[in-house]
């Protein structure tokens, strides 16, 4: 892949020296990628994963290309509504992971921090204003966010409302869970669909909403049957796959593409020899660059990662019939939202599920709402005998996460999870030989 | 009694209930509690809060909390897992203060009353509530004093030390716009108490976790007119005002001090000095220096002068001695040892005798640098900031960017034309990018610190050091020296690594021509050439680059002393 890389090295030393100039460079080499990634796709890569990288490639290429096609959003952000009105979702999340397949997170973050933005805000999002503030990418009509799950949303969109005059919506998810708040935030959403309206003049259709939920609450049903097989096949993976899953599960659910991907993973992968190796449950980002990460979960027959919160942080069955309560409901009960109670619950129904063998905790840089609870989940885990490895980094900036400091430590747990084996053998030896 | 956080508490409930209610402060000195409970990268105010109220002797009986922050939410998780049997509440806050937001606060504040009735069998009154509310008076938001400097403060919760440091140094506090300086606005509706009351707390002075926060620029461009300057305060690992602090930058006129703190005691010298230079800024005819009470010394009827200045730095100790012409008639550059008080005294000793003049004939002294306030013999005492940049005038007028890199943090220094300070920022926090930094490298690498320069110079592999923390980077260079990489493309690497950091603060104070780089650091042509790579732009480096402070010290003394 030497043309590739060469190509990377290009973009990234024109996006310094014209910054204004270097989209096409950008955008070019995100179609370039998405043809790749549908004629030449990854090999080793299980079919499935190969058809959801090329998908969510298209995403990207696709709307970025066409400005008038997409609205800035958060991963919360209720991509069902501007599916209604034809509009792509593009997440802060999702395009400073894309920009930084071009090495230029490093740029964008100095840049963001030379202006003032804090160095301990998460990664993502000084990427994501670096990205925009310094002119390399154009911006879109509209953006809408949600308070959850940190408060980076908030005062990122502002910011950028204020510095390139991109208007957005913000949708003020409460805490509690009860009808109050049901109802608070339905109200805002109604609003914000009156808006969609005005800004891109075209009417609303409820029952395209409707229709978009009841594939939701499929696509949902078929993503944790795929977890159940997940743990029990092997389905050789990537870290970026499970990133490229979440994007699909908070941009493009409840369209029928997305079903249909999800639906091929769950038949794909009956397809698939037993997985005999060590089963980990993922709880909050991956820093899909790591290397020693890559190592023990990319196509990894020992290790494979079964779930991750992020792709299932919500379980809720929504109800057609109002969908804007629903929709409120979803988020609102959202696994991220609340007290980490409320999150280490989830995490704890989804592990009786699945059954892992240890769970992950990465703590990613300047993510406040996700590590300042990772020590009260570890506990829970522990009630439930299941280890947990605390892992901190970062999940986009390569110079905040030193690989070896990260080596070590997976590297200590998977020979203690190892060890826990061994033992459970020797005692489960020792109690047959009693009872023989 | 409850403790409380956040402005938008309804904190009057519960004192017309006779609870004593008390706006949690922390005063701490380390984060132990919260490093084993929480996380180390969670807001240092968070941190602190939950190690006051964890601390032994600690007496509330309860803790109100807002949906505030995210750092909030997990200190709520904490306390709610600690203390099960204290009232640990967590409020629902909306960011809406609308209508809608107004009435789902009201709810949750009376759902809070009903929890708190039921924790402690006492009644909530509602007339004597409405009393309550009928007696208070709002406080006086603006208090602008002539004849001294009036310092406005925005951002983030700012703890007493910032107004206490202003003012020992003879400034006053004119606004506080911090959620914790503000007087509470209390609205009094005789027909609906309680949602005149939500009403009143949601239109407070938004925070930025609010909505309609994009209201406050009109408010904070009213309250700027007023005041000489502004510190803007934000609290270590909470983010949000950042945001603020890099808009405002594009607009706001008046000068504006960035100032981060981390609610420990351990940081106050470190926000002294940038107050200190701030202020120096401010008022560069420096008749606001601290004396010390000493009387000055002043030769009796002739014209010859001298003058010292004094450098205490982390690595070494500078003194100038000046003449009455300004110019230098000997300087010393000795090695800080444990002590910053012996080595004072050792510089002061070697710099008397290469001018051969006894301390009796100095005029005045003045301190600059980390341990100015350590040497006993100085009269007065001045920050580094403000004597970098007196000292780069002197030395070459045409200096508007200053880059100096000392032993234990760097600065990067913008002068205007009469060589006043008129923006600066420090790094004093991490070791990355500053001269310690290169001798721990050097270790590493078994070469002599000077050499590490010119071995640099000699590199012919390009090599990325992308740690941006100094101990990633050391084990970085550990692996690298693992893969036999050369020393000097290591070196070269390790240069880069530092000039990237210094570009980094020199582009937040604009990058105006000329430049001039100073401290140690300045004496490494490895560093050098990076940085002058990365600014387009050549360096300009006196002979002597590590006495620029101490020069800039003895000119105010030479100033001061002529009166």
Redesign the interface.
Known sequence: MWIVDKYIDYVKEQTQKNPEQSFDKILLGFKANKLRTKVLPKGGLARGYQKLEAMMMSLVADSLGKPDSYVWGNIFAPCELMQCFGLSTLSVECLACYLSGYHLEDYFIDYAQSTGIAPTLCSYHKTFVGAIDSGVVPVPRYAVTTSLSCDGNLNTFRYLEKKKGVPFTFLDVPYEDDDASVAYLADQLRDFTGELERRFGKKFDVEKLRRSLEIENETRKLLIEFFHLQSERYYPGELISHLYLMMGMHLMIGTPEFLELVRFLVEDIKKCPPFEGKKILWVHLLPFYQESLQHYFNENDKYQIIASDIILDSVEMLDEREPFTALAKKIIRNMYNGSYAHKAEIVSALAESLHPDAVIQFCHWGCKQSAGGSLILKEEMQKKDIPMLILDGDGIDKRNSHDGQIKTRLEAFLEMLDTLEKDEERSQQGREEKVC | MLGYICKYAPVEIFESMGETVKRIEPQVTNFTQAD????P???SF?KGALEEVMQPGSDYDGIILT?C???I??????L??EFPDKFIY?L?T???TKE??IA?YE??IREMIRAYEKHTGKTFDEEAFAELLRERDEKEQLAVSSGRLNIGILGARANEEIRRILESQGAGVAFDLTCTGLGRKLLYEPEAVMTGYVRGLLSQFPC??M?Q??GRDELIRRYADSVDGIIYH?V?????Y??E???L??WMKKPML?LETDYTKQSEGQILTRIQAFLESLDPKQDKLIKQEKTKRQTKGTEKMYVMGIDSGSTSTNAVIMNEKKEIVAFSVVRTGAKAGESAAKALEEVLSKAGIKKEDLALIVSTGYGRVSISFADENVTEISCHGKGAHYFNPNIRTILDIGGQDSKAIHLNEEGEVKDFVMNDKCAAGTGRFLEMIARTLEIDIAELGAIALTSTEKIEI????SV?AE??VI?LIANNKEKADIADGVCHAIA?KAY?LL??VGLEPDFMMTGGVAKNPGVVRAVEEKIGAKLYICPEPEIVGATGAAIYALEKARG
């Not at chain 2, 939410?73 to 904490?78: G, H």
């Not at chain 2, 270590?236 to 949000?240: E, G, K, L, M, V």
């Not at chain 2, 992308?466 to 923390?469: D, G, P, V």
Request: a positive charge.
């Open positions: 084993m409970r929480m996380h990268n969670i807001c968070a949906t922050c995210d750092s939410r997990r200190l709520y998780d904490v709610k897992a967590m629902d909306p960011r809406i809608a937001g789902l709810r949750r930025m976790r909505e926060a994009s934000t270590q690992f909470c983010d949000n950042a945001y602090y890099a808009w930058k594009n960035l992308t740690s941006m923390c990633f084990s970085e692996s990237g980094s582009r937040r």
